[in-house]
């Protein structure tokens, strides 16, 4: 492909072979373009193996992928502490203990450095993320093991969209 080739993901002559000589494809050339893509196949066929190649989970047998932009990765089967809590999950939770601290009357010039300049309403955006994907506004304080499956999937959603990646794979078509 040429290097102004506008795709988000390019695969090159990629072959992917398991451990026991079976092969799950052979010089696969694919060009994904700016946008939505579905990989729609039987089970068993490779998506998932695919998105993990993209997501640099699996490295091909023989072949390149490039990924052009910040890749977030939503996987089929999220593996979380459950005693963790969603602002932890989320990689918020310095920032808005931070804040609190702050709020509480120090001045320690390391905490304002942490929460930064778009820190301040963090915990605002983040909950308004997890609202517009249907969590209540309460799911920030509480704990992973807390949340049903579906609300751990919304969860891991939620955590890349905060990160502005400019690829999301999603391993499952309820994502």
């Known amino acids: 492909m040429p290097a102004t080739d506008p795709s988000s993901i390019i ?3 990629v ?3 398991w451990a026991d000589d079976t092969v799950l494809f052979d010089h696969l050339d694919l060009a994904v373009p700016p946008g939505r893509t579905g990989l729609v196949g039987s089970n068993g066929s490779g998506k998932s193996s695919i998105l993990r190649l993209i997501a640099g989970e699996l ?6 992928v490039a990924v052009h932009g910040r ?3 939503l996987p089929q089967d999220l593996t979380l502490d459950v005693e963790r809590t969603v602002a932890e999950h989320l990689g918020i939770a310095p920032v808005l203990a931070a804040i609190e601290r702050i709020e509480a009357g120090e001045v320690d ?3 304002f450095d942490l929460v930064g300049a778009d820190g301040w309403d963090l915990e605002q955006r983040a909950t ?3 609202a517009r994907l249907g969590l209540p506004s309460d799911v920030i304080t509480r704990r992973l093991g807390e949340l049903s499956g579906g609300e751990v999937v919304q969860l891991g959603l939620a955590a890349l969209l905060l990160q502005s990646p400019d690829v999301l794979v999603l391993d499952e078509p309820t994502n």
């Open 15 to 17: 072959s992917l072979r």
């Open 71 to 73: 890749l977030g990765h």
């Open 128 to 130: 308004a993320e997890l």
């Open 11 to 13: 695969f090159t002559a």
């Open 59 to 64: 490295a091909p047998t023989t072949g390149r």
């Open 109 to 111: 010039p390391r905490l």
